[in-house]
């Protein structure tokens, strides 16, 4: 039961590693190529866990908008390094997309004969906050399993009550930032139903500089903060 629950809320923060960067939003999210990210993930006893860092490292004009695409290493709380991806997002009349099926590649075990599946939405984040703001659902589907055989795993993730609930100020090592608090609920199927109560902190000009994440009763499991910025 122990390594379920810290697989659903390492996915949970792993998750929320893929909504931290974006490109000329014109709202909560305005970086540049060339700019540098660090995220420290803690868990309940404030133990750094894993140290995650992005890099803007393209962008090209689409219809209406920007489409980026960014570096993602990962490290444990000794410094080593435990994955590499990229990832994507799009800006599209100032609101910014986040494809959630990126979030697999480093969540998920590698093999040559492992085959990962996943279907989900996007994550939405308009231009402009606003306190009271209802923002848009979305659910992801991952499935893991070998090349022709049976299937490892089978988690549902849907995010649900999205809700702008209030302005904060929120300090962190990277510096001290006037952000939105944004609440929504998990629900995770896998091995039985667990639902991770969740909150997000979002800076104009920055990004997202603060998650966390709560069990049904309420208590905090785990919480990631930006520790650094570079190139902003």
Request: aromatic share 10%; net charge positive.
């Amino acid at each position: 039961m122990k390594k379920t629950l810290s697989l659903l809320f390492a996915f949970a923060m792993l998750f929320h590693s893929y909504l931290l960067t974006a490109q000329d939003c014109g709202g909560y999210f305005a970086f540049k190529k060339g700019m540098k990210v660090e995220m420290t993930s803690y868990d309940k006893k404030d133990k750094p866990t894993v140290t995650t860092k992005y890099e803007v490292i393209d962008y090209k004009p689409i219809d209406g908008g920007i489409s980026m695409a960014f570096a993602h290493e990962a490290y444990d709380a000794k410094g080593k390094l435990l994955s590499k991806s990229e990832s994507t997002g799009k800006c599209v009349g100032g609101d910014y997309y986040t494809d959630i099926r990126n979030i697999t590649s480093d969540a998920m075990p590698k093999s040559p004969d492992m085959k990962v599946t996943v279907t989900g939405d996007q994550m939405v984040y308009p231009r402009d906050l606003k306190v009271g703001d209802i923002l848009k659902d979305a659910s992801i589907n991952v499935k893991t399993g070998f090349e022709g055989g049976m299937t490892l795993m089978n988690m549902n993730a849907n995010i649900t009550n999205r809700k702008v609930e209030a302005y904060e100020t929120i300090e962190t090592p990277a510096g001290k930032f006037e952000c939105a608090k944004i609440t929504y609920t998990m629900n995770m199927k896998f091995m039985g139903n667990r639902t991770l109560k969740c909150v997000e902190y979002l800076a104009k000009g920055v990004g997202m500089v603060k998650t966390e994440q709560f069990d049904e009763k309420g208590n905090r499991q785990a919480y990631m903060v930006v520790t650094k910025i570079e190139g902003q």
